[in-house]
């Protein structure tokens, strides 16, 4: 680890769903308002600022994270995804954005890109869960306005559908 | 009713999630700001109550970064306080004046150039307080003696009102049977993931206020804040984001803040961003009330009710904010439910204790009364030895009896209770449960089965809470009743069709009903239709009920969109007529095309016509420019309260009726929902999938009430609830997938024929699931949340006792 200074801003340089990103911040800035903030990312949200909500949720270095805790210059140097690099490309959704709207599993949507995030490293390593896994997996995240159900339907839904393309191709 | 091609009344993909989906939402705190904004963040009160001898902020002032520091005596000097619905000596500042009277209370506001260095500052702000009892009990308020809030009221009694109606005396008197039940409903609060956020701005030029922030109405209280910033009404322009991370009544609380912002702004000379964090939200925001109630029945042999005996105790918290006390008063034409009953009394007291000021909150006083309500239900039935459903039953209203006022003056506009009721133990397997139960209480396991009949009441009507007023007092403050909606339809110059609706939503998906709506009437599609869902004060039309509260979007904001595309549809007919050479009556809007019924090749195109008046206005048919419709549309069955006061508070009545099964773990209290059937009559469905949300999440949130949540206190006032690691949200392991069936009896009384539907769970769940773990405990008295540790305590009182 340098040995960063607390009064000044330093460089902080990692590569955002495929693109080479980079800015500067304090020490003490959250990495979720380096993202929101100072990249303009707004799509990883902040509903506590604790740990516990999971709207924050991005992958790092191929592993679900909370953004909201971990400061910027942590990540500098990884390899991060976001919610915005989940499209194969605009105007598209992937399978389980796809799912997501079928299954009507999001309200407001202010979880859901974290929801989305997890879910989506959770359903590669995971290709067939049972409903029983997939819960005990999303009690990682709250969603106030859902009630969940239809969400555990878009993540086997989605996980069937991704199955069945992975056959195909194969 | 919609045309025949149906885009209404199927789930389609809502036109809202793409951009959800992506990261492109458009929430408060996504968007831009002018150069120079500043950042604010607010020192909050560590005392429950006491006075404040001195604020030393010129540390703060000094701090890096640092542009201002407000306290109570900038915002004195420049504003009013929040007027209560009640005339009373109540000082309803949006920042402590020389007092502070619950933990949380702003006490300070520090805007700089960033957030971070707001907060640095904060920590240089020195409070001198001199700390006054606490009082955190309402009944301990009532008490002579007891230290007052505001200490010009006098005592902590902000209202006290007596309602008879019928003939309760001689019931009571007649009737065999005297049943009760004492409850204390806790505190809890919906808690959407996005918290509140606002950006505010002062023209010192014009003496004008511009607030952009993710309130959520109703706007009523437009005029609450114009009056506290001093200021006509067209000085105040309100906006609201395209997207807001939920609210279920809870962003009507940013009403305070949003003026203490103003002036913050005011005083700072730039623009002033404030997002909450969620440590703030959850002290200091607002909160559902809690309420300790005494309901007493008069009951025959056979279980049949003939009078209630109301005496509801509400605690408001430290300052009665409006529309407080109108979580009181939202009930008040529905304190009999699904029940035929015609005599009542009640006494309302509305109390001030040391806690968060309270607010609109999902179900907004259906909790509280059908949590009295349906225990009592059970408790007759376990009194008399009758069997519940039973109970329920013979009260329920007669399915001939529709509309049928209430005995309080609510007019409850159509239903068959009955044949939901049959339906819903058929389809749902009632009979499957109490044999599950049966067979598990043979093994030794404690199972129970809760039942539950409410009546969900939706748009509201802007006369009631003055319920809360003497006939005489509400004669010198003039009539109100009603609830405006408002809708417009404009056409632009290349014939597309957008939408402007003043229902702020939320999350819910209006947008998408909208667009299924008009695309029924024009003969489009949804993708043809835009909607705009955000509100600005100075430039669409609104009124006092616009806004996303009392489930008023689908019977009232539905509805009313309905009616401006059917007037659109009729001036275009009128045009098109002149232009197809046949009468506007042989005019259909078919598949994008307006054409002659029965000859199809007699066609325009809708676009063609529809930017017909933009281009060659002087072809208009009798000078009627078709570019734009404006409907406003309240219902006259929304009439103020009588001298009587009885009063019909909202326009629609869904019926839920709900039953579940519990097993509750005997070692660790845990309470597990192993089956939950809600069956809803809500009128017409417009979009089954957003029902079937609108259901689940409410159950959610009535899970966390029942079982998890509260907003718990210390005795000396200190909040004990946060962070999300204590107050304590279900997650997807403790929601179970309920099956939902429907009955549909369509209101009479709206133009869709729809009801609301999205708070419904929030009243019925809380007390299906209380009563189903009584049934498995044998419990009499029985307060929410059902935590593990009052489960094994009310466990280890049973042991020995007889089941
Ligand atoms: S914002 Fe990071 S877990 Fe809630
Ligand atoms: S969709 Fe609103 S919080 Fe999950």
Known sequence: ????????????????????????????????????????????????????????????????????????????????????????????????????????????????????????????????????????????????????????????DAAARLREMKETQT | MAAASGWLGRSIERVEDAALLTGRGRYIDDLGVLPGTLHAAILRSSHAHANIRAIETKAAAAAPGVAAVITGAEVSALSSPLVPVLRAPLEGWPIAVGRVRYVGEPIAVVVAADRYLAEDALDLIDVDYDPLPALVDPLAALEPGAPTLHDKLGSNVASDRSFRYGDPEAAFAAAPHRIAVDI???????????????????????????????????????????????????????????????????????????????????????PVKWIEDRLEHLVGSVSATNRVTRLAAAVDDDGRVRALDWDQVEDVGAHLRAPEPATLYRMHGNLTGAYDIRNVTVRNRVVLTNKTPSGLNRGFGGPQVYYALERLMQRIAGELRLDPLDVIRRNLIPADAFPYRTASGGLLDSGDYGRAIEKA????????????????????????????????????????????????????????????????????????????????????????????????????????????????????????????????????????????????????????????????????????????????????????????????????SDGDHVLRETVFWTPPQLAAPNDADEINAQLCHAFIFDFCGVEIDRDTGAVRIDKYVTMHDCGRVLHPGMVAGQITGGLAHAIGAALYEEYAYAPDGAFLAGTFADYLLPTATEVPAPLILHTESPSPFTPLGAKGVGEGNCMSTPVCIANAVADALGAATLDLPLTPTKICTLISSREGAAP
């Open chain 2, 184 to 270: 204390r409903y806790p505190r809890n609060s919906c808690t959407p993931i996005e918290t509140f956020g606002l950006v505010a701005d002062y023209d010192a030029g014009e003496d004008a206020y511009d607030i952009l922030a993710n309130f959520m109405g109703p706007f009523s209280l437009h005029a609450v804040m114009a009056r506290a910033l001093k200021i006509p009404g067209n000085r105040l322009r309100l906006r609201t984001p395209p997207d807001a991370g939920g609210s279920f009544g809870v962003k009507q609380g940013l009403v305070p803040t949003m003026v203490l912002m103003a002036i913050a702004a005011r005083v700072a000379g730039r």
């Open chain 2, 425 to 620: 133990i058929d389809e749902g397997g009632l009979a499957q449960l109490l044999a599950w139960r049966e067979s598990a209480r043979a093994e030794g396991r404690v199972c129970g089965v809760g039942l539950t009949a409410v009546v969900e009441p939706s748009v509201s009507n802007m006369g009631y809470i003055a319920t809360v007023l003497t006939p005489e007092e509400r004669r010198r403050a003039g009539p109100k009743n009603g609830a405006q909606a408002t809708a417009t339809i404009a056409l632009d110059p290349g014939g597309a069709v957008t939408v402007h609706i003043a229902s702020a939503p939320q999350g819910q998906g209006h947008r998408t009903v909208v667009a299924q709506i008009v695309a029924d009437a024009l003969g489009l599609t949804p993708a043809d239709i835009r909607v705009i869902g955000e509100l600005d004060t100075a430039r669409d039309a609104w009124s006092i009920a616009s806004g996303n509260y009392s489930s008023r979007f689908a019977p009232a904001v539905a509805g009313t969109v309905h009616l401006a595309a059917l007037r659109l549809r009729a001036r275009l007919a009128h045009s098109a007529a002149g232009k197809l050479n046949v009468p506007a009556e042989e005019i259909e809007f078919v598949g994008g095309k307006v054409r002659a019924r029965g000859n199809p090749d007699n066609a325009m195109p809708f676009a063609r016509l529809a930017a017909s008046d933009h281009w060659s206005p002087g072809e208009a």
């Open chain 1, 1 to 156: 680890m340098p040995r960063l200074s607390a009064d000044a801003r330093h460089r902080v340089a990692f590569v955002l769903n495929g693109r080479a990103v980079e800015g500067q911040a304090e020490p003490r800035m959250l990495l979720t308002d380096f993202l929101r903030h100072v990249l303009g990312m707004t799509g990883t949200h902040v509903g506590c600022e604790h740990g516990v909500c999971g709207a924050c949720t991005v992958e790092i270095d191929g592993v679900p994270a909370r953004a909201c805790l971990m400061l910027a210059v942590q990540a500098d140097g990884a390899i991060l995804r976001t919610v915005e690099g989940l499209a194969p490309e605009p105007g598209r959704l992937s399978l389980l954005q796809q799912a997501f709207r079928r299954h009507h599993a999001l309200q407001c949507g202010f979880c859901t890109p974290g929801i989305l995030m997890s879910l989506d490293n959770y359903l590669r390593d995971n290709p067939d869960p049972r409903e029983d896994d997939v819960r005990i997996f999303l009690t990682g995240h709250l969603c106030r306005c859902t009630g969940y159900v239809p969400i555990v339907a878009a993540a086997l």
